[in-house]
Nanobody
Framework: QVQLVESGGGSVQAGGSLRLSCAAS????????LAWFRQAPGKGRDFVAA????????NYGDSVKGRFTISRDNAKNTLYLQMDSLKPEDTALYYC????????????????????WGQGTQVTVSS
C-alpha cells in the first residue's frame, strides 16, 4: 500500500506559478512510476505529466509542455510539479498517482494503469 498526499495548490493569477508536492508513505517510493493528473469540474481526468521510477524519463501532456516540470526526490519520498505560465484553463483538482515500475513507462498517460491516488489539491487560475 502507498499513501499519497498532495499539497501546494491555491489561487493564482494567469501567468503566475505554483509548485505542487506529493508526499508518499508506505512501500518503497523508488519502486513506482509517478504521475500527475487533473480534473476540471464536469470533465474527465486528464494526464498532466509522468516520471519514471528513477527520474530518468518524463512525459507531458500536450497542453502543459514547456510550462510544467515534473520531478521527484526518492530520498524524500516526494513528487513535485512546477507549474509556470499558468492559464485559466489549468484550473482543476490535481492528483498524484503511482503504479509499479514493472509497468511499461510508455503507457504513463493512462489513468486506469495507476493503482494509488491521492485526494487532490485544488489549483485555481484567474484571468
Amino acid at each position: 500500500q502507498v499513501q499519497l498526499v498532495e499539497s501546494g495548490g491555491g489561487s493564482v493569477q494567469a501567468g503566475g506559478s505554483l509548485r505542487l508536492s506529493c508526499a508518499a508513505s508506505g512501500r518503497t517510493f523508488s519502486n513506482y512510476h509517478l504521475a500527475w493528473f487533473r480534473q476540471a469540474p464536469g470533465k474527465g481526468r486528464d494526464f498532466v505529466a509522468a516520471i519514471r521510477w528513477s527520474g530518468g524519463s518524463t512525459n507531458y501532456g500536450d497542453s502543459v509542455k514547456g510550462r510544467f516540470t515534473i520531478s521527484r526526490d526518492n530520498a524524500k519520498n516526494t513528487l513535485y510539479l512546477q507549474m509556470d505560465s499558468l492559464k485559466p484553463e489549468d484550473t482543476a483538482l490535481y492528483y498524484c498517482a503511482a503504479r509499479p515500475s514493472s509497468v511499461l513507462f510508455t503507457t504513463a498517460n493512462i489513468a486506469n494503469s495507476y493503482i494509488y491516488w491521492g485526494q487532490g489539491t485544488q489549483v485555481t487560475v484567474s484571468s
